[in-house]
């Protein structure tokens, strides 16, 4: 065992009895001196049993008759990550990029993964959909044009929306799809959307276990 997978042991015996995750994990990376991408990994993907049991409760694949919000540019973020292989499904089940990317930065490959995410929406069947961008992001506009236009050409009823605040306007659905703890925590219902995009294009996310043990080797 390496140092990662140590302090994950203890970051996890911590925070399962109560300790504040961000204390528990600043105390615990600073204690095996863990570099910036072993820190992030612990971060974004271990949690306390208890919220582990919460997002279980509220994990749904359908969403018939009801009407969806989606974290836009949280889903076309973890989407590049999965078709690069490189997406991990986390220890509460939700598949999340371990890229330290704090903004969506329109490439090549972003109308490709704008069309993914739009079939994955249709699989779940939602009665209506709202997709939230920030836009504050850079060519926003160009991405809430585009969805637009492939949510018509797949016969989905709905809208893409520029708003200062996704996150506040995710937390008035009863449905929404994200990763995003801050809102999970406030929803009923969530989606995960790349899980239902990996099924789609035939393509796995890494297991939160063999990413352990993948990065525990990593940074010996």
Known sequence: MGKLYEAYIDLKFLINRGYRKSSALEFVTNHYRLPAEGRYFLARCVFPDTWITVVHEKMTRTVEGAIL???GFNVLITLESLLDGVAIRCEDSLIRDIKYQKKYRINERTWEVLRLMVRSIKFVGPIEVVIFY???????GQVKKATQELLEEFSILGQAELVKSPDFELKKFEYVATADTGIIEKVNHVVDLVDIASTLVGIKPIEFKVAL?????KLK
């Open 213 to 217: 043990r993948i990065f525990d080797e």
């Open 69 to 71: 919000g989606v974290d």
């Open 134 to 140: 920030g836009k504050s992001i850079p060519k926003s």
